[in-house]
Structure formats: structure tokens, C-alpha cells
């Protein structure tokens, strides 16, 4: 089974919409292969807005606990606020915890000298397992506020991950999160193959560069696709130009399509609602060439 | 959006103090042009185990939450990544056995932009986790000057990155796009900006592109719509070039204008 | 000597876990009589640092070795502290081929950790 997770370095890029098309291509492109998708992103989880797929399976999250301090108990001493390093507590006739301050580190609770202050897990979220037209999708919703999106990313991939060994699926297909960080490590971990979605914007260059050294530190084999591409002609000429001289290969050069947005609005990948766009017909060549890589790519 | 409001500002005589909280990938930079002429290293205390004072009891590693620090025996392992510079181990070991040294996060770089702007920025080194702490600084170390006013460019999402960087804010400024992906995270903002108790208005950029339900949304739960930037292909190439949409479109500063305005009216103050 | 073995449940013909930190179980064995007796994973559901916090449990299982599919950095640090010899299998298999094939020499030590571990 191989792990192909899409990236950006940051928001916007276009990597959902680019992670439907394949999963309608997957279905029903030229050389069908049974995919599990697992949507990664689960601070702005749109995958499944897109893909309108039924739920069939609906888990509660719980993260980090946060600290409670019992009134009933507490004689407003102060040694837990000098001790918190979040500015997590609020003074007054009893001291209280502000929840979305608090890291969960407990110092609190082992300072307190009358046992007033508890450690509470926290409902983060949910994870869910629903089918799509295009196959299984395991997804989450964070609440606002909530961290741990890398213990949650990584449950999500797990649950993916172990569904498509089960059933005997050759590919599973992780949309990441944008930016560097830990849901992002969670999401790339394991991957056999990275498709960073760029835009060639002055910020874009750098954001990917950015992904690339993440992919690149964990030694993922990546590829670069270009999204918008004519927006900024020379911009995604020095995009090129760069991988080129880095030795990376850039798979693919979706041109800004209006069609993108109205398949988006209407709920179905752009390469479903409208086959003959210029869009849909470079997510096409770039599919093929992502599959190829996919499979040529190593061991399993 | 965020530096084109900074520009606005600027052009009134009311340089603001603009802050990349998109430690991640902060490129509003490229759109301010500042001049860097400080920079910061951001560190966060971690501990350091002495190891003629360790007896092995394991208190370090039991009240630790993150398990950030492990005793192996007679070994005691601490992982950088995973502490969240609480100071708990050091507080509770009976031995005073541990101190607390300084670990590099990322870096914070300030110094003066584009029509007197004062810009500062955090960026964090790649591999390293935790964008929180290097918010955190940023804020503490970035000061605005008398009455000077500070925008503040979160990152994208509702996670806790977004959190740090709204905390303390007097008003939420979120910008989304007409079509289902934007509700879907527009919806998720605003009941982040409604558990924080901050004032929240909205700017609707690319408007034309998608559906009215945006608008809809905004109008079932009293939210001012404050902006609409329409969307042309001429913007989306501008923007692309590094240009603010004030740039682009100088005929926007009015209604720049009026968004601050707007928002200066809500708080009870002059912008 | 035991060794341990992660596993997705809690006896000898449960599959192998190929993660090390989230493992559902850690499975130990007597290799030499095929006695085994399976402890849940606590570290399992930590919000972060499920790896260092397995490698503290297998450490104090008292084995010489563990076999898992994955170790993500932060555990192979720790139980290389430990001293306890960490066996990769790629295989999808039962606990009891795993410990077959590790009695066989057939396991590859564990090198570079093969898995990120860090949790914000």
C-alpha cells in the first residue's frame, strides 16, 4: 500500500481541490485504482464539502487535559499563578483557570497546597469514517481553540491507514495541512510520496521551499505541482527554474480556471463537473504522472 | 488584506505596528518591504538534568504531561521537541537537580517598512513543532508606540497558532471568500472570536465568485460585513507580483479607509 | 531473557503493531518457551509522547529486546538508553511469527528512526 500526502506551505493553494480530482480520477480516470482518502486538515477540513460523502462512523476526540481549580477548596493563595508559565490563571476571591491558556502542564496541581486543582481531558473534536462516490474518507473536526490537531492527524492517518490494509487497497491519499509544523510532520510521516501544491506568488516560492524542507528533512521523495500557474508567468518560471536546479521534479501546471470555484460551490471535484476545462485537463496529466511516480517509487 | 489596511493607515499619518503571527510562513514581508535592523533569537527554558545530584527517583518524568523527559535506569532523557518549557520537573525534583537552559525556537526580526510602518516578524525554524511560543515573543518583544495602533496577521485556521496570536486583541477582523470553504472556515473563526469575547467583522474578498450563503451566514448572526473587495483577475495577478491591493487599486483607500472607521466606531474610538 | 512485541491485541496470534508509541499492546515473550502475557499500552492515547512514555513501560517489563514495525526518534533514544535492542519487522504478521523470525536472526535491527515523533 503506498502513502502519497499533498502539501502547501501554506493555505489557499489549492490542495483540496486538487486531492478531489484525484479522488474522482482515482475512481474514474483512465486506470482506476481503489483509494482510501484521509483528510489531514483538520483545522479547515474541506474535503469533505467537496466530496459529499454520507458519515458512517462518528468518534469523539479527546486531547489534552486542562487544569480546574475547586472553588469550594481553593483559599486563593497565589502559588498557583506564580508557578504558571501561560498566564493560565485568573486571580480573584477564588482563583480560576482560563481553559484556552492553559497548556495542560499540571505544575498547578502539584504547587497547590489544599488539593484544589484537577487535570480535565478535554473533548477536542471528532473523527469520523464516511464513504464518498469515490471511496472511503476518514476525516475530523477540531473545536476552536483545541491543540493537539497532530495527535488527531495522526489518528486520522492511522484509522486510513489501517482501513486501506484491510480492504486490500493499493494507495491511500492524506491532504495535509499547510504551514511546517507538528500536524504537518504528523500528516507527511510515512509517506512514500509528497505532491507539494505551489502557487507562483512571491509569498508561494517561499512557502514551498518551506514544505520542501520538511518533506526533505524527513526524506520524503517530493513532487511540485503549480496551481494558478498563469496568474504569474515568470513567477512560476523561477518556481521551475528553482526545482530544476534542485533536482525536483514539477509534475504539473494547472492554469487559473473559474471553473474550480464553480465545481466547488456545486460540491463535486472540478474534474466531475466539468471534464473538458483547462483545469480538469491538466489535474488529468498531472494524476497520471503522480500515479506513475507512486508506483515506481520504492519498496513498500 | 492585513498590510493593505497598514498602508491605509499610514497614508493618515497613523503608521500601525504590524506583526507577522504567520510564524509558519510569514510573508507579509514581502508586501511591506521592511528593513530589518534588530533581530532576536526565540528561546524557551528546557531542562538540564545535573547528573551528580540525580538520584533516578523518577518524580521528573512522573509529573511531567508531555513525557518529555524519561528515566531510563539510571539515565534520565530529555526531548526538546516534545517540552513545553513548563519549569514542572525542575519545581518538583527533590534533589534540585534540575536547571533550566535556553533552546532556540526560531528567530524574531524587526525594523521600519513602507511609509513609516514599524514591522516586526517571528519565524520558526523548520523541524521545530510548537509555533506558540515564538508568537508569544513576538508580541511580548514587538512594543507599539503612544496610542500607536498594531495589526496583527494570524495564520490561517483555528488552531492554537491562531489563538496566541488573537489573544489580547481588541477587534477581529476575518477575511474569507463566498464559497463553501470559506463558510466552512469563516463559521469555525467566528465561534473562536465568540469564545475569546472579541468583536468580530468580516471582509469578503473575491466576492462574485461563489454563492450568497457567506452573506447569508453573516446576516443571520449580526455580523458586519465590512469590505468587499470584488474579484478580477487583475488583483489575483497583482497580488501574485507582491502588490497590496491598495497598490493595485488606489481607488480602495476610501473604502480601506471606511473599514477602519467602521471599526473604530464599534470599539468606541478613533481608528 | 523476554523479549516484547507491539501488537494490535493481546495475545501470541494478535497482528504486530507496526507502531512503536501508539501501540495497542506490548506483547511479552519468553522466546525459548513461547510463554507470553500482554499489557495495553498506556502511552497509546498520550496526547504527545506516546514514545517515550512506551519506552519507560517496555523498559520496566524488564526485556532485552522489542520488535514493532516503526521507532520514531524519541523512542529510540530512549530505549537505546535503556539498552534494550529494538528488531524491525516489515512483515504483516502474527506476534508468533515475529518472534519466530526473530529467534531465526531474520529481523533487521533497527537503524535510523523510521517515523517522526513530535507532538505540539
Redesign the interface.
Known amino acids: 500500500m503506498k502513502q502519497l500526502v499533498l502539501l502547501s506551505g501554506k493555505g489557499g493553494t489549492g490542495k483540496t481541490s486538487v486531492a478531489a480530482a484525484f479522488a474522482h480520477l482515482a475512481r474514474h480516470g483512465p486506470s482506476p485504482l481503489p483509494i482510501v482518502l484521509a483528510d489531514a486538515d483538520v483545522d479547515a477540513a474541506n474535503l469533505e464539502l467537496v466530496l459529499a460523502p454520507e458519515r458512517i462512523e462518528e468518534h469523539p476526540f479527546v486531547g489534552g487535559s486542562v487544569a480546574i481549580i475547586d472553588p469550594a477548596l481553593c483559599e486563593a493563595c497565589g502559588v498557583c499563578k506564580t508557578t504558571c508559565r501561560f498566564e493560565a490563571v485568573v486571580p480573584g476571591e477564588s482563583y480560576r483557570i482560563d481553559p484556552i491558556a492553559c497548556e495542560g502542564c499540571a505544575a498547578c496541581l502539584f504547587v497547590c497546597p489544599t488539593q484544589a486543582i484537577r487535570m480535565e481531558p478535554q473533548l477536542a473534536g471528532h473523527w469520523y469514517r464516511s464513504q464518498t462516490r469515490f471511496g472511503p474518507l476518514f476525516h475530523a473536526a477540531l473545536r476552536p481553540a483545541q491543540e493537539n490537531s497532530g495527535k488527531l492527524v495522526t489518528l486520522v492517518k492511522q484509522q486510513a491507514r489501517l482501513h486501506a490494509l484491510d480492504g486490500g487497497f493499493p494507495a491511500l491519499i492524506v491532504d495535509g495541512p499547510p504551514g511546517i509544523g507538528c500536524p504537518v510532520i504528523s500528516a507527511a510521516s510515512g509517506a512514500d510520496l509528497a505532491l507539494i501544491v505551489a502557487e507562483p506568488t512571491v509569498a508561494g516560492i517561499h512557502d514551498m521551499q518551506r514544505a520542501l524542507q520538511t518533506t526533505a528533512h524527513f526524506r520524503i521523495p517530493s513532487l511540485v505541482c503549480l496551481n494558478k500557474w498563469d496568474v504569474y508567468p515568470e513567477g512560476a518560471q523561477g518556481i521551475e527554474s528553482w526545482c530544476q536546479a534542485q533536482g525536483i521534479e514539477v509534475v504539473g501546471r494547472i492554469p487559473f480556471d473559474q471553473t474550480i470555484t464553480q465545481a466547488m460551490v456545486r460540491g463535486e471535484p472540478v474534474t466531475a463537473h466539468a471534464p473538458e476545462a483547462p483545469a480538469s485537463q491538466a489535474l488529468l496529466e498531472l494524476w497520471k504522472k503522480v500515479t506513475t511516480r507512486l508506483d515506481a517509487g520504492k519498496e513498500p | 488584506m492585513a498590510t493593505s489596511l497598514a498602508l491605509s493607515l499610514a497614508a493618515d499619518g497613523k503608521a500601525p505596528l504590524f506583526l507577522d503571527c504567520d510564524v509558519e510562513a510569514p510573508n507579509a514581508g514581502l508586501f511591506l518591504k521592511p528593513t530589518f535592523e534588530q533581530r532576536s533569537d526565540v528561546s524557551v527554558l528546557i531542562p538540564r538534568v545535573e547528573e551528580a545530584c540525580c538520584t533516578s527517583c523518577g518524580r521528573c518524568a512522573e509529573v511531567c504531561q508531555y513525557h518529555a523527559i524519561a528515566v531510563l535506569g539510571k539515565k534520565v532523557l530529555v526531548f526538546s521537541q516534545l517540552c513545553h518549557a513548563c519549569g514542572s520537573c525542575r519545581e518538583q525534583c527533590p534533589e534540585d537537580a534540575i536547571r533550566e537552559v535556553p533552546s532556540v525556537l526560531g528567530v524574531l526580526e524587526a525594523g521600519p517598512a513602507q511609509n513609516g510602518i514599524a514591522f516586526a516578524r517571528g519565524m520558526m525554524d523548520v523541524g521545530e513543532p510548537m509555533a506558540g511560543p515564538v508568537i508569544r515573543k513576538l508580541k511580548q518583544w514587538a512594543s507599539p508606540g503612544d496610542g500607536q495602533i498594531v495589526i496583527l496577521d494570524a495564520p490561517p485556521g483555528t488552531a492554537c497558532p491562531v489563538v496566541e496570536s488573537i489573544r489580547g486583541s481588541d477587534f477581529l477582523l476575518l477575511v474569507t471568500e463566498p464559497t463553501p470553504f470559506g463558510l466552512h472556515d469563516l463559521k469555525l473563526a467566528v465561534q473562536l472570536g465568540q469564545e475569546l469575547s472579541l468583536p468580530i467583522g468580516v471582509v469578503i474578498n473575491r466576492d462574485g465568485i461563489g454563492d450568497a450563503e457567506v452573506e447569508q451566514y453573516c446576516g443571520t448572526e449580526g455580523l458586519p460585513i465590512l469590505l468587499r473587495v470584488p474579484f478580477e483577475r487583475a488583483i489575483a495577478e497583482g497580488t501574485a507580483r507582491g502588490r497590496t491591493l491598495l497598490e493595485i487599486h488606489p481607488q480602495m483607500g476610501a473604502r480601506l479607509r471606511a473599514v477602519l472607521e467602521q471599526i473604530g466606531a464599534r470599539l468606541g474610538s478613533p481608528p | 531473557m523476554t523479549i516484547v512485541v507491539s501488537t494490535t491485541g493481546s495475545d501470541l496470534d494478535a497482528m504486530l503493531d507496526p507502531?512503536f508509541g501508539?501501540a495497542a499492546f506490548f506483547l511479552i515473550v519468553d522466546p525459548e518457551t513461547m510463554a507470553w502475557q500482554g499489557h495495553r499500552n498506556s502511552?497509546a492515547?498520550?496526547?504527545?509522547?506516546?514514545?517515550?512514555?512506551a519506552?519507560?513501560l517496555v523498559?520496566g517489563l524488564k526485556a532485552a529486546a522489542v520488535i514493532s514495525g516503526?521507532f520514531g526518534p524519541?523512542a529510540f533514544?530512549?530505549l537505546e538508553?535503556?539498552?534494550i535492542a529494538m528488531f524491525q519487522s516489515?512483515q504483516?504478521g502474527t506476534a508468533r511469527q515475529a518472534v519466530e523470525d526473530y529467534k531465526a536472526g531474520r529481523l533487521e535491527r533497527a537503524g535510523l528512526p523510521s517515523?517522526?515523533g513530535?507532538?505540539?
Open positions: 507502531r501508539r502511552a492515547d498520550a496526547p504527545g509522547g506516546a514514545g517515550t512514555q519506552a519507560q523498559a516503526a524519541n533514544r530512549a538508553a535503556a539498552g516489515s504483516a517515523r517522526s513530535r507532538h505540539g
